[in-house]
């Protein structure tokens, strides 16, 4: 045989037909329920409020800020359930003697919660039902604060933020 027809077969036969193409990787997850605030893939979900993840487990939010929830699927017959896990700092108590944190969902304010102690806290409240699909949810804490060294205005350290189902 021919070396140049060699060439052809050797060079013909080396050559694979492409893998078909993929799909691009989506870029962000669907809307949550419940966001851990120091989930990069959460932030589309944070709409206003929030500094960047300090200690790799929460962000200080502003005086005031704004999550975007997706209900839980029974929300809309039965309410669900709002949770939100925070940290108050000992030094923002100090200065502060009480904190105290009010939530709205889509404009409807739920009761505040008041602490005097610093540490790991919860608010918990129960939400009426829901029609939209995500929700605003607000939160304004009635003090700001100020740490020594940082001019950002600061409101309480958030971990998680979310609708549970009632």
């Given amino acids: 045989m021919p070396r140049a027809l060699l060439i052809l077969f050797a060079v013909a036969g080396s050559c694979e037909t492409p893998p078909p193409p993929q799909a691009p990787p989506p870029l962000h997850r ?38 975007s929830l997706k209900p839980p699927r029974t929300a809309h017959e039965r309410g669900a359930t709002l949770r939100v896990k925070l940290d108050l700092p000992r030094a923002l108590i100090e200065q502060e003697e009480s904190v105290s944190l009010a939530c709205t969902i889509d404009g409807k304010g739920l009761t505040e919660e008041r602490w005097k102690t610093s540490g ?12 939209a699909d995500p929700v605003a949810v607000t939160c304004t804490v009635d003090k700001k604060y100020t740490a020594p060294g ?17």
């Fill in 30 to 67: 669907a809307f949550e329920a419940m966001v851990d605030v120091a989930d990069p893939d959460v932030e589309v979900q944070l709409v206003k409020g929030f500094h960047k993840i300090e200690w790799g487990s929460g962000r200080w939010t502003k005086q005031s800020f704004t999550v």
């Fill in 120 to 131: 790991a806290h919860v608010l918990t409240r129960d939400v009426p039902a829901l029609t």
């Fill in 150 to 166: 940082d001019s950002r205005e600061l409101g309480v350290v958030l971990h998680a933020i979310g609708l549970e189902p009632n």
